[in-house]
């Protein structure tokens, strides 16, 4: 997609054609041979600028007067991914310069990813067959609106007609479906595994776990008596009566207790360990993963020898150094107590509340899924849980509100009026920058530091927009879509309405067995001749992703749209970083050839009405 150059910048890339080669950029990460990691950043305006970074914490960077670069090193640091960011001027962002991101409702961190030095690790990409992973969009009759989730199949699945086991794994406070994806690797750790014969082949479905958040409004107080849907747990009603069901109808499942599992990590621990406690006859594993979940379930705790003959697997992890840890502990003891069988794991040198516990933890519970003499084995040999030390951190609502403070609410969308919000409190100057805008627009102060602006009956359309901060791009740190771009990477606006399909095709992300381990995009119709149909090439251009044509362009529901108003005959979109060379397709579309995604996208109308 081209991006809008303003005079200075023309004018600048003109003097440089004419001028001596300019240096290479420098990386804004790198991993030194001590194991130390050499954070850069480039931002001449800025006054101070710090790189929070979850091995080490929040340190000062220094700046290069002469190059406008600021720079820190810090470590050494264990091979694994870590989240980090950049705070300039008391404003958190993302590494501009890096593809890879922490997807969240709220916070934005970019991710480190240092390989292993004499070995791989275990979620990082080997050279092994590689299962899919689909993006899908299930209407939810629970929320009243479409939901999204992921689905891992495995590397066999499109080989044959066999039926394969769910694991049902779910993210934590904040987290959208994506974490356990971009940050988790669960596919990757699982392709691996597989490879190596140590664990099962299985289905993974990864929920997004606050559909709440989805509700356009808040519905009333039903008019028969019983709690209002904003204090009904609406994750459990989606899960149990809303996603199951598409799963179990779209994907080859076996469906029944001894093949389904649940679990997942912090509030998604709980979430599982509740749905599995509660759901015994639909679940016999489960797994938590830094959590913990009530004492109070009926006919649960004061029933062990029942629960335990109903449990294949109960398995919980926590970090000594978690804020949960003391919380884990005592529900473990507690478990130990009513004669409950539970395998624990502790770590000890994980950071604490991390993806890098979470990660180690999938690694373990994979190895025993649906693998009754493994999972046997654990059970059997599982320890009592640890000592108390009366020095172990507990949630308390002070631990909450200081980790998960009250957000602000951006965008706010009122019609097709939508106001904006950012706290900067040290900044002078804030403007909205937006596809919706002719032109930045200025944004007011309040006394708190909050900086807000509301744009007035924009036409239904998905724009991308992002915050001037005295001359730093910041994307909008309360809205949790954000696009893929290649660089730095701005939110999303999206302020259409669902469109005629009933149903939307799965967007598959597909891993090739080249050196990069380059990933792709499919979108297929539900179709008997799959194999027959025309395919359109869908190209990102230098400063687009693939991505960009399914999170910005929403190609995959354009075509289902198109499909249910008979206005398009069915055709396969591939959705590719880069053209393909000796390929041929019906019609190849490059984003790099429309000036916005409006363009991209009507384009993309004409081309498949043409077919």
């Not at 600028?49 to 080490?56: I, R, S």
């Not at 080989?159 to 479906?177: H, M, N, R």
């Not at 930045?440 to 006394?447: F, I, K, L, Q, V």
Request: net charge negative.
């Amino acid at each position: 997609m081209k991006r809008h150059m303003n005079l200075f910048a023309v004018a600048a890339l003109l003097l440089g054609a004419c001028t001596a080669p300019q240096p290479k950029e420098t990386p804004s990460t790198v991993v030194n041979p001590d194991g130390t990691i050499t954070f850069t950043y480039q931002n001449d305006k800025a006054k101070e600028v710090q790189v929070d970074v979850q091995f080490a914490g929040r340190h000062e960077m220094t700046k290069d007067s002469l190059t406008g670069e600021w720079t820190a090193t810090l470590g050494p640091a264990a091979p694994d991914m870590y989240p980090y960011c950049f705070i300039v001027d008391g404003v958190s962002i993302m590494d501009p310069k890096n593809q890879q991101w922490f997807p969240n409702e709220g916070f934005k961190n970019s991710l480190l990813d240092i390989p292993g030095k004499d070995a791989p690790l275990i979620h990082s990409v080997q050279n092994v067959p590689h299962g899919n992973v689909e993006y899908v969009k299930y209407y939810s009759e629970t929320v009243g609106v479409y939901n999204n989730a992921i689905v891992y199949l495995p590397p066999s699945y499109g080989t044959g007609d066999k039926s394969y086991p769910v694991f049902y794994l779910i993210s934590g406070t904040t987290d959208t479906e994506e974490v356990y994806y971009k940050v988790g690797r669960m596919n990757y750790i699982l392709d691996n595994l597989i490879a190596q014969g140590a664990a099962k082949e299985m289905i993974v479905v990864l929920p997004y776990g606050n559909p709440m958040k989805l509700m356009k409004t808040m519905p009333a107080m039903p008019a028969a008596g019983g709690a209002p849907m904003m204090f009904r747990d609406l994750f459990s009603l989606d899960l149990i009566n809303d996603l199951m069901p598409y799963v179990e109808n779209n994907y080859r499942t076996i469906n029944d207790r001894d093949n389904r599992a649940i679990g997942g990590f912090s509030r998604g621990g709980n979430q599982g360990l509740m749905n599995g406690l509660t759901n015994l006859d639909k679940f016999s594993y489960l797994c938590s993963y830094s959590s913990f979940t009530t004492t109070a379930l009926e006919g649960v705790y004061d029933n062990a020898e029942d629960t335990n003959s109903k449990i294949h697997l109960f398995w919980s992890g926590v970090g000594t150094d978690d804020f949960l840890y003391g919380n884990a502990r005592d529900y473990t003891e507690f478990l130990d107590q009513k004669g409950i069988r539970c395998v624990k794991e502790y770590t000890h040198d994980k950071f604490g509340h991390t993806w890098m516990n979470a990660k180690y933890f999938l690694d373990k519970t994979y190895r025993l899924l649906f693998n009754p003499e493994a999972s046997e084995e654990a059970m059997a040999n599982a320890q009592p849980t640890m000592a108390k030390s009366g020095e172990e951190q507990q949630f308390t609502p002070g631990v909450m509100a200081r980790l998960f403070p009250r957000p602000l609410i951006s965008p706010e969308i009122n019609g097709n009026d939508v106001t904006f919000r950012i706290k900067a409190e040290k900044a002078e100057i804030v403007r909205l920058v937006g596809e919706m805008l002719n032109e930045p627009m200025a944004m007011e102060r309040d006394s708190d530091g909050v900086w807000s602006v509301t744009v007035k009956a924009i036409a239904p359309e998905v724009y991308c927009y992002y915050f001037d901060v005295d001359g730093t791009e910041v994307a909008d740190a309360q809205n949790m879509y954000l696009a893929p771009d290649n660089g730095f990477k701005r939110s999303i606006l999206d302020l259409t309405e669902a469109g005629a399909a009933k149903s939307y095709s799965p967007v598959t992300y597909m891993v090739k067995n080249d050196a990069a381990a380059t990933t792709y995009a499919v979108v297929t119709p539900k179709t008997d001749n799959a194999g027959e149909l025309p395919i359109v090439a869908l190209v990102a251009g230098a400063q687009d992703t693939f991505e960009s044509w399914f999170k910005i362009a929403k190609a995959n529901e354009i075509l289902d749209n198109m499909l249910a108003e008979g206005s398009c005959k069915p055709c396969i979109l591939k959705l590719l970083p880069s053209a393909e060379k000796g390929e041929s397709y019906k019609a190849t579309l490059n984003s790099a050839d429309y000036k916005s995604w409006a363009e991209a996208r009507a384009a993309l109308v004409e081309t498949l009405k043409a077919l």
